[in-house]
């Protein structure tokens, strides 16, 4: 009989010896065995817990986006002055958190994209990534510039933040996470510079 207590603890375990697994050899070649052995239990054990390899894979998914949702929301209610450009601004830190940036957690990011576009329950969790940060840098935006105008910004700097996130992680020497804040960040203030009216000369 498993100790009380037990559960939690053992799906952690998997969980990271999937991300190692997947950082050693792609998502292609992760196995069952593989990851059992990375977590030094039965392959057994992930059928009882996740009930196979997919499952595992949706788990792994769901914690990293929920480490990112935290990483975001500490940002947030850390702020000295809660203005709409620090709320744009942790949001961004928070995407480029040290918990979605090293490597295991890159690769699996990058493992989660690719199959996201043919497992439909893969599909429906990035969907809802993409939604949260489009809607939260959406509502922080609106506070400052007209709707038409803060859905397109909004939309702008997701790209960009996906976009610097995925040129990084592809580079052989991984993602510079402090480099692509600051162009974050700069493409924040531009956005937040082009809303501002110019004065009448």
Sequence with gaps: ???????????????????????EVGLADTTVMRIARHAGVSAGIIS??????????????????????EAVAARRRSLVAPSPRAHLGAIIDG?????????PVAK???????????????????QVNDRRLYSNLCNQFCRVMPREQARQAARGLAAVIDGLWLRGALTPEGLDA????????????????????HPVS
């Design 1 to 23: 009989m498993p100790k009380v207590g037990m559960e939690p603890i053992r799906r952690q375990q998997l969980i990271r010896a999937t991300m190692a697994a997947i950082d």
């Design 48 to 69: 009882h817990y996740f009930g196979g390899k997919d499952g595992l894979l949706e788990a792994t998914m769901r914690q990293i986006l929920h480490d990112l949702g």
């Design 95 to 103: 995407n480029f958190d040290r918990s979605q940036v090293t490597g």
């Design 108 to 126: 699996t990011w990058l493992a989660f994209w690719a199959s996201s576009m043919h497992t439909p329950r893969l599909q429906r969790l990035q």
């Design 178 to 197: 402090e480099q692509a804040r600051r162009l974050a960040h700069a493409t924040l203030d531009q956005l937040l510079e082009g809303s501002k009216p």
